[in-house]
T-cell receptor, first 116, second 113 residues
Framework: EAQVTQNPRYLITVTGKKLTVTCSQN?????MSWYRQDPGLGLRQIYY???????DKGDVPEGYKVSRKEKRNFPLILESPSPNQTSLYFC???????????????FGPGTRLTVL | AQSVAQPEDQVNVAEGNPLTVKCTYS??????LFWYVQYPNRGLQFLLK??????LVKGSYGFEAEFNKSQTSFHLKKPSALVSDSALYFC???????????FGTGTRLKVLA
């Protein structure tokens, strides 16, 4: 089954304790991305990757890191989480055709993170 | 900067009536427009997109969207709403020149039996 998986689905942690949220897709997509969803703010893009070893900042990258060492995986790293990073996080992937963002994304089930 | 606006936080419609969820956009260059739906405790699911061509785009579950270049709008429509259509709907635009996607704030659709 074609899918995007995220782990963990739920996480409660404390300020400053480094954490990683994993994301994996089995559709051979070049493009992967991380979003956070907050009430009243919709989805905001954190980072995206157009292929292995190619990443770029979205609209809200502060406090986050990413890496893309393999095509299927795109982990999100919070080196020193803070309470304002409490949110619902989604990973997404899509094919990349040409030089324009014209493809629909497939989303993972989400990771609900609480930072105390 | 490119942007997407969904002016309504919530839309209520009676089952069987037509529904419209509004979206306006601001882009430089060609607009790549998308609609997604989110059911409770689920990720987003793709409904439809406009890249080029016909202004009326048909998508999943009987939804369609009308692209209007002069009004910079991309409203989501369905001729006859179902209670099961109740969900959170997001409009999004792909930012040309980068590979960023910009989402609206979402519109909660409530279909009343």
């Amino acid at each position: 089954e074609a899918q995007v998986t995220q782990n963990p689905r739920y996480l409660i942690t404390v300020t400053g304790k480094k954490l990683t949220v994993t994301c994996s897709q089995n559709m051979n997509h070049e493009y992967m991305s991380w979003y956070r969803q907050d009430p009243g703010l919709g989805l905001r893009q954190i980072y995206y990757s157009m292929n292995v070893e190619v990443t770029d900042k979205g609209d809200v990258p502060e406090g986050y890191k990413v890496s893309r060492k393999e095509k299927r995986n795109f982990p999100l790293i919070l080196e020193s989480p803070s309470p304002n990073q409490t949110s619902l996080y989604f990973c997404a992937s899509s094919f990349r055709v040409g030089g324009a963002p014209r493809n629909e994304q497939f989303f993972g089930p989400g990771t609900r993170l609480t930072v105390l | 900067a490119q942007s997407v606006a969904q002016p309504e936080d919530q839309v209520n419609v009676a089952e069987g009536n037509p529904l419209t969820v509004k979206c306006t956009y601001s882009v430089s260059g060609n607009p790549y427009l998308f609609w997604y739906v989110q059911y409770p405790n689920r990720g987003l699911q793709f409904l439809l997109k406009y890249i080029t061509g016909d202004n009326l785009v048909k998508g999943s579950y009987g939804f369609e969207a009308e692209f209007n270049k002069s009004q910079t709008s991309f409203h989501l429509k369905k001729p006859s709403a179902l209670v099961s259509d109740s969900a959170l709907y997001f409009c999004a635009v792909g930012e040309s020149g980068t590979y960023k996607y910009i989402f609206g704030t979402g519109t909660r659709l409530k279909v009343l039996a």
